[in-house]
């Protein structure tokens, strides 16, 4: 709150995989256990409170490497913690995913009924994340990890899916991923857009003030302050549509990258179309100090130069006049790409699975990622374009469309197919380290 002298972050029980920014570039696994033995679960929690490196440790003997750890609701039960405990963890955390799949758009193809098997399910008990610069010291991380495992028969690897961020930063569709995230008070590690007041910590870290004053942690303390909540999803990206879709709307190769352009609010590079407007300008796509210094209000307020439906502006309206708050709905965002990249110029299915790991690390799961998925994804209302979606990850069912605005006529695109499916999620919750060492102590 105004006056205030921000909370200074205890990094050494924060998890690194919260805060800290990845290689470029790195490969990743997600790896998910099942938890049949109690006593083994707590053991496993002591042992990874070793492994996994803390946000105060940025120097760590493997470099830009490390380990986090991360429970379902099902895993904290599965652990014995109290009924007491759990019912002051968030209500959506406690649901889950899949119970929430409506309010997320993962109907149809994209329903918990198509996901992949565990996911969604009360099997889905702890997932290890591992991160490097290289699938080599991947490797190394996940063996640090892998004697705690193996050596407890009550724990189960029961999926995993493997990683990675090419040099370029691209996403399968093509585009530079990764570029946005905000600064969080008391890190020591700046935000990506100089133009945007750092947010409370509370907004990211459970313990600590937030944006409107409050505190969120569950209890007992040990256990909620310096955790967060993360929510991991596959997603599916069809990317042979979506370059037929391009192909078939626009009047040339140039109108091609333009459109694209128009769809994400970013050229392929990474360059944004708020500074430069009419052309891609791959030095500036790859310039981390100014590729995401802008607004939008003072020079594109109705949206010419960036469409107020495109993906960017739709994720972070920035200062631009929509119904709301956007900083109350700020997150930190991570994507890792999966699977081979579809070949240049191939406009057909090869029937490979490629797409995106997506994790979002936030305090508040209902008024951060809930919100934006249902409200700004998923709608238009919010800056008064009725139930128009997202156009590059919204529940498009086809009879969607996305508006351009240009003078003197619009641009629309009509009939919109789904570019991206849901393939499987969970609702996670990150402890502090001492938490996790709380975890492994616990008694029946």
């Not at 495109?310 to 309206?317: A, E, F, K, L």
Request: hydrophobic share 40%; glycine share 12%.
């Amino acid at each position: 709150m105004i006056g205030q002298t921000p909370a200074a972050l205890e990094l050494d029980d924060i998890q690194r995989g919260v805060l800290s920014p990845r290689p470029t570039p790195y490969a990743a696994t997600y790896i998910l256990f099942r938890i049949d033995d109690r006593a083994h679960g707590r053991e496993l929690m002591r042992q990874m409170s070793a492994v996994v490196t803390s946000a105060a440790d940025t120097t760590s003997p493997l470099g830009e490497t490390w380990v986090s750890v991360a429970l379902t609701f099902h895993g904290l039960k599965a652990l014995g913690v109290p009924r007491e405990a759990l019912e002051t963890f968030a209500w959506e955390f406690r649901q889950g995913m899949a119970a929430r799949a409506t309010t997320l758009g993962d109907v149809g193809e994209s329903g918990p009924e198509n996901w992949e098997a565990p996911l969604g399910t009360p099997e889905a008990h702890v997932v290890l994340v591992a991160l490097a610069p290289d699938s080599a010291r991947l490797a190394a991380a996940v063996d640090r990890a892998r004697p705690a495992c193996d050596a407890l028969p009550g724990i189960t690897a029961i999926w995993r899916q493997d990683c990675h961020a090419l040099p370029t930063e691209a996403e399968p569709f093509g585009y530079r991923d990764g570029i946005s995230n905000p600064a969080v008070e008391g890190s020591g590690i700046a935000g990506s857009n100089p133009l945007e007041t750092p947010l409370k910590a509370g907004e990211f870290v459970l313990g600590y003030r937030d944006e409107l004053g409050g505190v969120q942690a569950p209890q007992p303390e040990v256990l909620g302050r310096n955790g967060t909540y993360v929510a991991f999803r596959k997603l599916h990206q069809r990317v042979a549509a979506f370059r037929r879709y391009l192909r078939d709307n626009s009047t040339g190769p140039e109108d091609e990258e333009l459109l694209a352009a128009k769809i994400m609010g970013r050229w392929r590079s990474g360059a944004p179309l708020a500074l430069s407007p009419s052309h891609d300008d791959p030095g500036l796509g790859a310039d981390r100090g100014r590729n995401n210094a802008f607004l939008y209000e003072q020079d594109d307020p109705m949206g010419f130069t960036t469409p107020g439906g495109c993906h960017i502006r739709r994720g972070n309206p920035r200062d631009a006049a929509v119904a709301g708050m956007p900083r109350l709905h700020r997150m930190i965002r991570r994507g890792t790409a999966y699977g081979p990249p579809l070949p240049e110029g191939v406009l057909q299915d090869d029937g490979a699975e490629r797409g995106l790991m997506f994790a979002f690390v936030g305090a508040h799961l209902g008024r951060q990622f809930e919100f934006v998925q249902s409200e700004w994804m998923n709608d238009g209302v919010f800056f008064g374009a009725g139930d128009a979606r997202d156009p590059v990850i919204g529940a498009n069912d086809g009879s969607g469309d996305f508006t351009i605005p240009q003078r003197p006529l619009r641009r629309r695109l009509r009939a919109l197919p789904r570019f991206v499916v849901t393939r499987g999620g969970e609702y996670c919750f990150m402890p502090g380290l001492n938490a996790l060492r709380w975890l492994g102590d616990l008694k029946d």
